[in-house]
């Protein structure tokens, strides 16, 4: 009788369906919660918090969008293709390099940024914070996540249930910390200058863009037409986080929230929380950096066809020499990334999906987007990264 459809407490039944739809929603939040959380509230406090939760609501719904395209991409498309492998089927052989370059530069922008983070975050844990131990800390973060990448994704997606369980728990936590401290003024602020300011970081932040053929890999072909909901529960979940996340930071900071605005507003609630806010943001770094290293592995694993070991030591090999000569500045490196090479793959993503669209859909009926909304969507992507680039390299 407990198996029978229609009854209130089926939904309290954790069925195999249910059950691999909450291990791929942990795999897409702990995909996509990392770094970009701890910018955010800087980059919010110089436009202004509403500034940023405009861009969080644009952005994030353009985002959302792209994720469910590529949800369906995944879906329509036989055969364990990474995002590079997509481009080849659909755009071409010069679709499928230039995707490949666009694919590294973003994930191992992604990963130098994380390693950036931890090192600081493992210094206010154990101490010396001077630059040649951040160095040390940086590699050993490294070695750590390099022996937990050996790992399969589907213990991986346990592992990224409990962690991201746990994340979420802390998170409230510390946001419910500074709950008395809060200055409402502070939300009010508004900086022209600074207007464009939060744009890139936004986009890190909500990226994710390599995370859906982990998730099919979870659901497998027999439950794939969950996966659209899972990317819909993961995004409105870390949505909410991130609005809670920097209101309760620039509420207690203000004006001077710093870049790792975690770690200033830890000090800020008390000595207690210092420790505590550097254990947060370790577990959350550390947590997005096995994912996306995976990611990496994978596309070289299975679009290229290296040996898991070689595909291992090549993930890891990048970041970890920009780290070692010297790339430092977080905030520069998220807001390029995110300019850049997310908003570029997010086009390439909208040019599969309409070459799809325009294909026969070969299992079930398409998720449709008009396409006067794709052309919308990568004009602002396509603008941002010129103007990033711009003011980058040109002036």
């Not at 469910?68 to 036989?78: D, K, S």
């Not at 550097?278 to 040996?307: N, P, R, Y």
């Not at 390029?336 to 040019?351: D, E, H, N, R, Y």
Request: aromatic share 16%; hydrophobic share 55%.
């Amino acid at each position: 009788m407990w198996k029978e459809r229609g009854k209130w407490y089926t939904v309290f039944i954790m069925t195999e369906a249910r059950k691999r739809s909450l291990l791929a929603t942990s795999v897409f939040i702990g995909s996509i919660l990392g770094a970009g959380v701890f910018g955010l509230p800087y980059v919010f406090a110089q436009a202004g918090w509403l500034v940023g939760f405009l861009y969080l609501v644009v952005l994030g719904g353009f985002l959302l969008t792209l994720q469910l395209m590529n949800a369906e991409i995944t879906i329509q498309t036989p055969g364990r293709k990474r995002l590079a492998g997509l481009a080849g089927a659909y755009l071409g052989p010069i679709g499928r390099y230039a995707t490949t370059l666009l694919f590294f530069g973003m994930n191992w922008g992604v990963l130098i940024a994380y390693v950036i983070l931890a090192s600081g975050f493992l210094a206010e844990i154990f101490g010396w914070p001077a630059s040649g131990n951040l160095l040390i800390y940086g590699l050993t973060f490294i070695a750590i996540e390099a022996l937990l990448l050996l790992f399969p994704i589907r213990r991986a997606a346990h592992f990224e249930l409990l962690i991201g369980g746990v994340l979420l728990t802390l998170f409230l936590v510390l946001i419910l910390s500074g709950l008395p401290s809060l200055e409402p003024t502070n939300w009010i602020t508004f900086a022209e200058a600074h207007l464009f300011t939060p744009y890139g970081v936004v986009l890190f932040a909500l990226s994710g863009i390599g995370v859906m053929p982990e998730m099919h890999d979870v659901f497998g072909e027999k439950y794939e037409y969950r996966l659209p909901k899972a990317v819909l529960h993961g995004f409105f979940i870390l949505f909410a986080l991130y609005v809670f996340f920097t209101l309760a930071v620039i509420g207690v900071n203000g004006a001077v929230t710093t870049e790792n605005a975690l770690e200033a507003y830890a000090v800020a609630l008390g000595p207690g929380m210092r420790a505590f806010g550097a254990i947060v943001g370790l577990l959350t770094i550390g947590s997005i950096f096995f994912m996306v290293a995976e990611q990496v592995k994978d596309t070289l694993t299975f679009d290229f066809f290296l040996h898991k070991r070689a595909a291992w030591f090549l993930a890891l090999t990048v970041p970890t020499a920009l780290f070692v000569f010297g790339v430092r500045d977080f905030i520069s490196v998220i807001s390029f990334t995110g300019s850049v090479f997310v908003a570029l793959l997010a086009c390439v993503i909208l040019l599969i999906y309409e070459r799809m669209r325009a294909g026969v859909c070969r299992r079930v009926k398409c998720f449709t987007v008009p396409k006067w909304v794709s052309v919308c969507i990568a004009l602002v992507f396509l603008a941002g990264a010129a103007r990033e680039i711009f003011l980058r390299f040109f002036v």
